[in-house]
């Protein structure tokens, strides 16, 4: 079955940085279009970045863009966000994702990396 | 960049029909998507592509899109069934994915 593990999560100050780990195994991983999605303690969710299978088309949200940069590695199996000049408003869990097929749509989720910017 | 709109809340005793709508420009010319989030928990997908149900998911769930509002409809609804809904869409204009604000939907 499929799983994603996210990891990497923590407390870093204002200014500083952290990259994201999305682990994830039961299905060929270079094949899909992968996401970050992120939820604000007691928020919404909202959207941050996708990166096609093969890295051709990177699309970032307003709020992260030049700052965040979503990268893969297929022979890894894995995906990454790296968050730089962090914000206390960058604050929440990071939820990486899978887009089914050709639609759009998220159909598997990671259980989430809470990251938090304080000093 | 493109915005949705949902209620933030809904009510619905178990066994009755809860209506969650999802509002933006047109939205009926382009696939909406929603999700299902449980305290706790990380988002399910519940419906796509407007009206299509995952594996897994009952039937009682099922989804429309048209005009200005996409709907989810939850039949003969259950304990179970409280959570926020989420819908979401693709700005092909922004080239970015957008996520409503949330419903809440609470069983009497």
């Known amino acids: 079955q499929v799983h994603l593990v996210e990891s990497g999560g923590g407390v870093v100050q204002p200014g500083r940085s952290l990259r994201l780990s999305c682990a994830s195994s039961?299905?060929?991983?270079?094949?899909?279009?992968m996401h970050w999605v992120r939820q604000a303690p007691g928020k919404g969710l909202e959207w941050v970045a996708l990166?096609?299978?093969?890295?051709?088309?990177?699309f970032y949200a307003d709020s992260v863009k030049g700052r965040f940069t979503i990268s893969r590695d297929n022979s890894k199996n894995t995906l990454f966000l790296q968050m730089n000049s962090l914000r206390a408003e960058d604050t929440a869990v990071y939820y990486c994702?899978?887009?089914?097929?050709?639609?759009?749509?998220?159909?598997?989720w990671g259980q989430g990396a809470l990251v938090t910017v304080s000093s | 960049s493109y915005v949705l709109t949902q209620a933030p809340s809904v009510s619905v005793v178990p066994g009755k029909t809860a209506r969650i709508t999802c509002g933006g420009n047109d939205i009926g010319r382009i696939s909406v998507h929603w999700y299902q989030q449980k305290s706790g928990q990380a988002p399910v997908l519940v419906v796509y592509g407007d009206s299509d149900r995952p594996a897994g998911v009952p039937e009682r769930f099922s989804g429309s899109n048209s005009g200005n509002t996409a709907t989810l409809t939850i039949s003969r609804v259950e304990a179970g069934d409280e959570a926020d809904y989420y819908c979401q869409v693709w700005d092909n204009t922004n080239l970015q994915s957008v996520f409503g604000p949330g419903t809440k939907v609470t069983v009497l």
């Open positions: 039961g299905f060929t991983f270079g094949d899909y279009v």
């Open positions: 990166i096609w299978h093969d890295e051709s088309n990177i």
């Open positions: 994702a899978r887009e089914e097929g050709g639609t759009t749509s998220l159909d598997y």
